[in-house]
Structure formats: C-alpha cells, structure tokens
C-alpha cells in the first residue's frame, strides 16, 4: 500500500495495489478507482484537511464501537 498526500491540491491518494485501473466512482470528496472484476485499487480524498478533520472529530467521540461514515 502506498500512501501519498499533495499539499497544494489537498488531495490524499492510497493506492492498494498496482493493478491497471478501469473506471473509477466519485462518491462525494472521495473517487474510488476500481480493476475491471471490480475491485478497488486506489482511493482519492479531495479536500483531504477537512475530510480528516471530520473523521478526527467523529472518532474522538466515538466509543469503542465502530464508527460508520457514510
């Protein structure tokens, strides 16, 4: 797994693995990159800040339960 971060885009990538993507789903701040068979080789956070700032806040809150973003 390779994780990467552009400061002046503000755009977190993970890439899961080097397989040759597809197509690819733009969910909200968030594009997943997806194989043909339809599994996911790299995830982009756009306004990565505030998506982690979010995240941060909910997770401090949460009990030890899972957390579930949608």
Not at 23 to 33: D, K, L, N, Q
Request: net charge negative; aromatic share 8%; hydrophobic share 40%.
């Amino acid at each position: 797994m390779k994780v990467r971060y552009s400061r002046s885009e503000d755009v977190l990538i993970i890439e899961f693995s080097d397989e040759k993507v597809d197509y690819a789903e733009e969910m909200g701040p968030v594009i997943v990159h997806f194989t043909k068979g339809g599994r996911p080789v790299m995830l982009e956070i756009l306004d990565a800040s505030e998506f982690v700032t979010e995240i941060s806040k909910v997770a401090m809150r949460a009990e030890e339960k899972p957390i579930e973003v949608s």
